[in-house]
């Protein structure tokens, strides 16, 4: 097993990114760039996190935190024009909301244990 995979920050935005996924493939009407968009994010949240744990320095791993972090940024900017939209409810806004949030405090902690 990869360190990555031992995260419970890695499983939270494994959980957003099928969640993604799983919303995209239900849903009909919601521009195609806007899901381009949501899905590069939400894939870069999780595997930009994913190359930071492998990296070796403290700087390098702060560098790829902070992408990963600015993509959870993105997703959250994408959900709220969805939800405006009407092409999420309350409830799924919140889920994912929640979940983004969850992951930034997560990041930001790790980024901080690398200074």
Not at 38 to 61: I, V, Y
Not at 89 to 101: Q, R
Request: hydrophobic share 35%; glycine share 6%; aromatic share 14%.
């Amino acid at each position: 097993m990869f360190d990555f995979e031992k995260l419970d920050l890695y499983q939270e935005l494994k959980k957003l990114n099928y969640m993604v996924y799983k919303k995209i493939r239900s849903s009909s009407g919601i521009d195609p760039y806007i899901i381009d968009q949501w899905k590069r994010a939400s894939l870069s949240s999780l595997l930009n996190l994913a190359e930071g744990t492998g990296r070796m320095t403290s700087a390098d791993k702060q560098h790829f935190y902070t992408i990963s972090r600015g993509s959870v940024f993105e997703c959250v900017a994408i959900i709220e024009l969805t939800k405006d939209l009407g092409y999420l409810t309350n409830e799924e806004y919140e889920e994912f909301y929640l979940g983004y949030e969850k992951a930034s405090k997560m990041l930001l902690g790790m980024y901080r244990s690398q200074a």
